[in-house]
């Protein structure tokens, strides 16, 4: 079993940076891979990124390149997103997901999830 955690969500405003923080606590001594996925307005839940815990290799959606940058410590057990340039797009609840096993980029491959953190990007 692994719980998940996230914090940093809020109000910002376009053009601001905002780093998202996921800890983790349980079996993370297994391996494990972990993504951020988020839920728009009226949309389904989508992957945004994800990594793998032990080796560190990252995957992004086409739309995060350039802009998103996922990161893991596996000292403090946390995963982060950051998002520069944010966009009234990138307005949803942000969830922080893991599975046992490989990097998967369907959320039906992810077993634990966290709560989920509101961004909501508005002037």
């Known amino acids: 079993q692994v719980q998940l955690v996230e914090s940093g969500g809020g109000l910002v405003q376009p053009g601001d940076s905002l780093i998202l923080s996921c800890t983790a606590s349980g079996r993370t001594d297994l391996p494990f891979a972990t993504a951020w996925f988020r839920q728009a307005p009226g949309k389904e839940r989508e992957i945004v990124a994800a990594?793998?815990?032990?080796?560190?290799?990252?995957w992004y959606t086409n739309s995060a390149k350039g802009r998103v940058t996922i990161s893991r410590d596996i000292t403090k057990k946390t995963m982060s997103l950051q998002t520069n340039s944010l966009t009234p797009e990138d307005t949803g609840v942000y969830y922080c997901?893991?599975?046992?096993?490989?990097?998967?980029?369907?959320?039906?491959?992810?077993?634990?999830w966290g709560q989920g953190t509101q961004v909501t990007v508005s002037s």
């Open positions: 990594i793998n815990w032990r080796s560190g290799s990252v």
């Open positions: 997901a893991a599975r046992e096993g490989l990097t998967r980029t369907t959320q039906s491959d992810y077993n634990y």
